[in-house]
Nanobody
Framework: QVQLVESGGGLVQAGGSLRLSCAASGNIVSIVTMGWYRQVPGKQRDLVAVISRGGSTNYADSVKGRFTISRDNAKNTVYLQMNSLKLEDTAVYYC?????????????????WGQGTQVTVSA
């Protein structure tokens, strides 16, 4: 019902920048929150940043001042601008949306995850 397409990951040197994008499509009525999470092998998936439909944001302490989350409601897209990247930012980054969708049984809320995009920061 809802598909997420992530892009923008890759390999970057420490101190560099990357911009991730996540576009949502499907029977979307309204996306409530959009966020980015990250996971390294053997560890849990952690919140990086989240943004509400109204633009309120919340960041993990480890990325405050370096990462900026934003969204384009008209395009159902969320972005993560990552600056001053560090080795410890290396992870698979996942997009997640909480959205109201239209179904044959009426509108309902769904939580949808993207497929993940690898971000690797090298020394």
């Amino acid at each position: 019902q809802v598909q997420l397409v992530e892009s923008g990951g890759g390999l970057v040197q420490a101190g560099g920048s990357l911009r991730l994008s996540c576009a949502a499509s499907g029977n979307i009525v309204s996306i409530v929150t959009m966020g980015w999470y990250r996971q390294v092998p053997g560890k849990q998936r952690d919140l990086v940043a989240v943004i509400s439909r109204g633009g309120s944001t919340n960041y993990a302490d480890s990325v405050k001042g370096r990462f900026t989350i934003s969204r384009d409601n008209a395009k159902n897209t969320v972005y993560l601008q990552m600056n001053s990247l560090k080795l410890e930012d290396t992870a698979v980054y996942y997009c997640k949306v909480n959205t109201l969708v239209a179904t044959t049984q009426g509108n309902r809320y769904l939580e949808v995850w993207g497929q993940g995009t690898q971000v690797t920061v090298s020394a």
